[in-house]
């Protein structure tokens, strides 16, 4: 129980680590000035969720460590997230249709997690849900905008939702902690999301005038610890102080 309690929380955290530090390398770089301070933000806000998931993690841990520990000083095979969000920021089109394909993802998995009967879980999701609820209106408008936009701009956001559609599915996979949380009413059975979901990216896509994907190959792996190329070096820079000065504390 409690070891399957530990990974089902990092399972959680771990995407939003991951992404945060993909938006927060966008710092100084978004295509606007208000543009690229909402995508600050928004990685602030993951950020702000993944120390309550951390500080959750290390005290059913019981080992002593602190949540930067966790956060910053696991090697590669030790994360857990889907290999969707670490996904490079190959342009704006890809940066926007990652978050899109996640955020809508993350609030129906959020609304369900509200009812879990851990409470610390439930308390977690309930105070997230307000911020991620803006992050997939955010998301799915700028989808919306560069879908139904200029010539480029459709061309180079449909080419992202093709590249990126391989990694959803993965979304859905269960890990045998996973499973051990559904079972004692912990977790989020997240098979049952999976309509939800493409319906609700599907409706985004058509609104936006983009076409939904038609493939069935996906990719998976990183919910296993099996990541793609990206990985080495985000963590590398998401690593960098901790690794270079240990112990270091703010």
Known sequence: MKENLYKYILGIADNCLVLGQRLGELCGHGPSLETDIACTN?????????????????????????????????KEREY???????????????????????????????TELQKSKDVTL???????IKEVSYHERFSSDWVKRLGDGTQESKEK?????????????????QTLADKGMIAKGIGVDTSKLKKAYYQ???DIL????????????????????????????????????QRTYPNSEW
């Open 42 to 74: 928004i990685s602030l806000d993951l950020l702000g969720q993944v120390r309550s998931y951390y500080q959750y993690a290390a005290k059913v841990e019981g080992n002593n460590r602190t949540e930067d520990d966790i956060a910053m000083l696991r």
């Open 80 to 110: 857990v997230n889907v290999l969707l969000v670490e996904q490079p920021n190959t342009d704006f089109a890809y940066t926007i249709c990652r978050q899109f394909l996640f955020d809508v993802y993350h609030l129906l998995f959020l």
């Open 122 to 128: 439930s308390a977690i999701a309930k105070k997230s």
């Open 157 to 173: 956001t449909q080419e992202a939702i093709d590249y990126l559609w391989t990694y959803t599915d993965e979304l859905f996979h």
């Open 200 to 202: 609700g990216v599907s």
């Open 206 to 241: 058509d609104s936006a005038t983009l076409s939904t994907p038609e493939s069935k190959w996906f990719q998976k792996g990183g919910k296993e610890g099996i990541h793609t190329e990206h990985m080495g070096y985000l963590l590398s820079d998401l690593q960098y102080m």
